[in-house]
């Protein structure tokens, strides 16, 4: 489990986090969500501890991640948005690196590999940014670490390998993983990202459960003008509303329409899910 | 699991780090390889020009000049290494792999000091050594006298004391002054590859001449209150004049005079002082 408590973070003097407290609990894969420049890579990197806050405190399984010691971070793996090729085969890589994480597994990274579509014995070095992105995804997936930290990890990936990404995300992650995701690319995670996180600037606007969000708001896919919508959209082939869900009627959650609205109408969902 | 140090943990990221450090340092294997000819190439072209004829003999004169070559190189290396091996410590891809790798800090810092202020010297100089034997062995006919082993551990220096009038001979303590030089160089780039984003070699340079020389000279100072703490130093002290370096002959006689230990002390203090520095900064770095 994951622990924030009045975390404030600033850029030399200009502040990107402030006061934001949260928790984030195991067996889920949250979605962190917001506009560029929010915050997002910066609250990955200070889970994983790469950074450290200014004020306030991170506890991850009721450690501070920023003491970086070798137990915290072989049971973690933090997946940057830029990725960094090595001078060797994909497989060298693997076996030389892998063996710092205690549950790396030598075949799952192939299978992953396989299932990924990727070749294990090229060289890094000589693969583009996406067979890149693969190897790193494939290699994460295979140290069976609980707490994943994923900077845009769909950036970079053609359309058939984001389907199987999502496919080994859930397939070779353990029941118990705490993965986050930061994204623009909401399509890509629509049916597997929950709860959702979205930032704004300082910020946490909304986190809650997919269903959480279900219960309170309702996504009209109707085409029919909605009087009192939060939010309408009526691009061709994509007509989606949204409004308050007071009858709790059951709707599937449009995430970039849930977005939209959110930043829309800041305070007041803010105020709706803080009920 | 130890957090700190783990002998077996640590052993397979120091290798881990050398293999990547050895891919990293690529051409200056070669560079080494080959430094090692250039004041034989030197000679043979004086010779040719000047004499019209290539002799070999003239090779045992450069004993200053090989020393001289072993220091460009030492610093080229002390420079190198550090910003290349440990520069991508400051990058968001490359250096979170670095700082996430389930390692203690001290282990990286360990490895980092032993790869840039042992191993990797030690196994560059191993190629310039067998290039300079190799070519001992071709031209120098077995006596040894070419080598730059031969050379550090024979070089001298002639003095002359102007105001005795009178000439002295000043043993060099060529390895352990070569040795604290090239650790404080090494050390402070090491340490401005892991702080500084950009410009890593200027600020390097920067910190070496502001910051690093500047303590050295103080603590010199501190140690030697007859402020004699240097061989320049103490040449302008005793108003000598210096020669050049030279390669002592097994049955030369004169006035030898030696650097102690308290001489040569500071460097290898702030190098301590520097080490402690890189584990602070490593266990400390955000990214």
């Known amino acids: 489990m994951i622990e924030i408590q009045h975390l404030d973070f600033a850029y030399n003097g200009n502040k990107v986090l402030e006061n934001i407290s949260m928790q984030m609990n195991d067996g889920c894969i949250y979605g962190l969500l917001g506009e560029n420049g929010v915050g997002k890579t910066t609250l990955l990197t200070l889970l994983c501890g790469l950074k450290k806050p200014k004020e306030g405190a991170i506890f991850v399984e009721g450690k501070d991640p920023f003491k970086r010691t070798p137990e915290q971070l072989a049971n973690q793996y933090y997946l940057p948005d830029e990725v960094s090729p090595m001078a060797m085969k994909a497989s060298a890589f693997a076996n030389e690196y892998g063996r710092f994480w205690t549950g790396f597994d030598m075949d799952k990274f192939n299978e992953i590999m396989a299932l990924l579509e990727s070749d294990a014995e090229q060289r890094m070095d000589r693969m583009s940014n996406g067979q890149l992105k693969k190897v790193y995804i494939a290699f994460a997936l295979a140290c069976n670490a609980k707490y994943y930290y994923l900077d845009e990890p769909t950036n970079g990936l053609d359309i058939p390998s984001k389907a199987l990404f999502r496919k080994a995300l859930s397939r070779y992650t353990r029941e118990d993983s705490v993965v986050v995701i930061s994204t623009h690319q909401v399509r890509d995670l629509e049916n597997m990202i929950d709860p959702i996180i979205i930032m704004d600037k300082r910020d946490v606007l909304l986190n809650a459960t997919i269903a959480e969000i279900a219960d309170k708001l309702y996504f009209d896919y109707s085409g029919e003008p909605v009087p009192d919508a939060l939010y309408s959209e009526n691009a061709p082939g994509m007509a989606v509303q949204v409004r308050a869900n007071d009858e709790h009627v059951e709707s599937k959650v449009n995430i970039e329409a849930l977005f939209n609205t959110v930043h829309h109408h800041k305070e007041l969902i803010k105020g709706m899910f803080n009920k | ?287």
């Open chain 2, 1 to 287: 699991m130890n957090q700190i140090f783990n002998p077996a943990r640590f052993a397979a990221y120091l290798l881990t780090e050398l293999k990547r450090a050895a891919g990293r340092l690529g051409g200056f294997w070669t560079l080494f390889g080959v430094a090692v000819l250039l004041p034989v190439l030197r000679v043979f072209m004086y010779n040719r020009v000047y004499y019209n004829h290539p002799s070999y003999e003239a090779l045992t004169i450069q004993a200053g000049l090989q020393l001289f070559l072993v220091l460009i190189i030492l610093s080229i290396i002390g420079i190198a290494i550090p910003l290349r091996c440990y520069g991508m410590t400051t990058e968001r891809g490359q250096g979170s792999g670095f700082f996430m790798l389930p390692v203690s800090s001290f282990e990286k810092t360990l490895s980092m000091i032993l790869i840039t202020l042992v191993i990797a010297p030690a196994l560059l100089s191993g190629v310039y050594l067998l290039t300079d034997s190799i070519l001992v062995a071709t031209f120098a006919k077995g006596t040894g006298q070419l080598s730059i082993a031969y050379i550090f551990q024979n070089l001298y220096m002639t003095v002359n004391n102007s105001s005795k009038n009178t000439v002295s001979i000043l043993k060099v303590n060529v390895f352990p002054t070569v040795i604290a030089s090239y650790m404080c160089t090494a050390l402070t780039f090491l340490i401005s590859a892991v702080i500084f984003r950009e410009k890593k070699f200027t600020f390097g340079i920067l910190l070496h001449l502001i910051g690093v020389s500047s303590v050295i000279s103080l603590l010199n100072q501190l140690l030697n209150p007859d402020y004699v703490p240097t061989l320049i130093n103490r040449i302008h002290h005793e108003d000598w004049v210096s020669n050049t370096f030279f390669v002592c002959p097994p049955d030369m006689v004169g006035t030898f005079v030696s650097l102690s230990l308290k001489d040569v002390a500071a460097a290898p203090i702030i190098s301590l002082i520097m080490c402690v520095a890189l584990f602070i900064i490593v266990r400390n770095k955000k990214l």
